[in-house]
């Protein structure tokens, strides 16, 4: 009976032990697999999108590349190509939300502003834009 427990336990660990020596390959190939299916998720090139401002809608050009680490596309550039929204308001809030999407490279982005819905619709107008980008669509 003794044996017989002894061999169990030893056939168990020994199956737990190269259990988990096989676990880091398979997420290592999902990883692989993940990254070139996040990559091909995104077309470059320039991409136009709109968002509600205070005024007016806003009109963005967002310049997307592809690369082949997180995020997995990279902005870069950003351009309001039509907007008529109060100048001194909108054009401060211009400055912060495009520095910080291009610096975080998201466009989930947490910038205060005077101008809260010009804020709001040129974010809203980045996420457009990158929604196009993506091959999808």
């Known amino acids: 009976m003794l044996k017989n427990l002894s061999a169990f336990l030893f056939i168990f660990l020994l199956g737990l032990i190269l259990f988990s020596i096989e676990k880091p390959r398979e997420k290592k190939e999902f990883k692989e697999v993940f990254r070139e299916n996040k990559i091909s998720m995104y077309k470059?090139?320039?991409?136009?999108?709109?968002?509600k401002g205070f005024v007016s809608d806003i009109l963005v050009e967002?310049?997307?590349?592809?690369?082949?680490?997180d995020p997995f596309f990279y902005i870069k550039n950003i351009s309001v190509?039509?907007?008529?929204?109060?100048e001194r308001y909108f054009n401060p809030a211009r400055e912060k939300v495009i520095r910080a999407v291009l610096e975080k490279q998201t466009t989930d982005v947490d910038?205060?502003?005077?101008?809260?819905?010009?804020?709001?619709?040129?974010?809203?107008a980045i996420k457009d834009a990158v929604d196009k980008a993506k091959k999808n669509n």
């Open 44 to 51: 470059e090139g320039v991409f136009t999108g709109t968002g």
């Open 111 to 124: 910038v205060v502003t005077e101008a809260t819905r010009s804020r709001d619709g040129l974010i809203e």
């Open 81 to 86: 190509v039509e907007s008529k929204d109060i």
């Open 62 to 69: 967002v310049e997307i590349e592809n690369v082949e680490k």
